[in-house]
């Protein structure tokens, strides 16, 4: 694979996106559920979750988890499980319910209709934590998304919902922000 520096190129090849700038690959695995075909929105931020199988089996099963989403009729637009590969769940285009009852910081209520989110597999468990490929996967992933949209928020679901949620889970969000701004740097 040829690299290119400070270019996006975007090859389809199959149903697998690869964005030569930085060797990011995405699965396209589309649901139907959990979202809202949309034109013409404004993506402003991007929100990082967590989530597992609750049901029987391997918690870390994507099969399962989306079977989850349907059950509850949500979605994101992407999901990067526990080897950190990205899929593509939803076209950034349109909207995925993902931020749920949630405010921005600048008080925008409506934040499925403004955001990205990304979901890293990963328990609630404190022994459990995202694993150095996701988080390798979610930062090459939020600053190809800062490429192509003015981004104003980067956040944890956490703080749009504190009253009701967690996530993402055992995450050293500092440590995230950090490699964030070093791969800015470069």
Same mark, same amino acid.
């Given at each position: 694979?040829?690299? +290119?520096?400070?270019?996006?190129?975007?090859?389809?090849?199959?149903?697998t996106?690869? +964005?030569?700038?930085?060797?990011?690959?995405?699965?396209?695995?589309?649901?139907?559920?959990?979202?809202?075909?949309?034109?013409?929105r404004?993506?402003?931020?991007?929100?990082?979750? $967590?989530? +597992?199988?609750? =049901?029987?089996?391997? *918690? %870390? /099963?994507? *099969?399962?988890?989306?079977?989850?989403?349907?059950? %509850?009729?949500?979605? /994101?637009? %992407?999901?990067?499980s526990?080897?950190?590969?990205?899929?593509?769940?939803?076209?950034? @285009?349109?909207?995925?319910?993902q931020?749920? *009852? =949630?405010?921005?910081?600048?008080?925008?209520? =409506?934040?499925?209709?403004? $955001?990205?989110?990304?979901?890293l597999?990963?328990?609630?468990?404190?022994?459990?934590?995202?694993?150095?490929?996701?988080?390798?996967?979610?930062? /090459?992933?939020?600053k190809?998304?800062?490429?192509? %949209? &003015?981004?104003?928020?980067?956040?944890?679901? =956490?703080?749009?919902?504190p009253? @009701?949620?967690t996530?993402?889970?055992?995450?050293?969000?500092?440590?995230?922000?950090?490699?964030l /701004?070093?791969? &800015?740097?470069?």
């Open positions: 694979m040829v690299k +290119f520096r400070n270019l996006l190129f975007l090859i389809l090849v199959g149903t996106t690869v +964005f030569a700038n930085n060797e990011l690959k995405i699965v396209d695995r589309s649901v139907h559920f959990g979202m809202r075909p949309e034109t013409g404004t993506i402003e931020a991007i929100i990082i979750h $967590s989530v +597992f199988n609750k =049901s029987a089996g391997d *918690k %870390y /099963s994507v *099969k399962q988890i989306l079977k989850q989403f349907r059950q %509850y009729h949500v979605s /994101s637009h %992407y999901l990067i526990r080897n950190g590969k990205i899929f593509r769940l939803v076209k950034e @285009r349109d909207v995925s319910f931020a749920g *009852k =949630s405010c921005l910081p600048d008080g925008q209520t =409506s934040v499925n209709q403004c $955001s990205i989110g990304i979901e597999v990963t328990t609630d468990d404190i022994s459990d934590k995202p694993t150095d490929k996701q988080i390798k996967s979610l930062t /090459s992933l939020v190809n998304i800062q490429h192509r %949209y &003015t981004i104003k928020y980067i956040l944890r679901h =956490s703080d749009i919902a009253e @009701r949620k996530d993402p889970w055992n995450m050293d969000w500092e440590e995230f922000q950090k490699k /701004s070093d791969e &800015t740097r470069n």
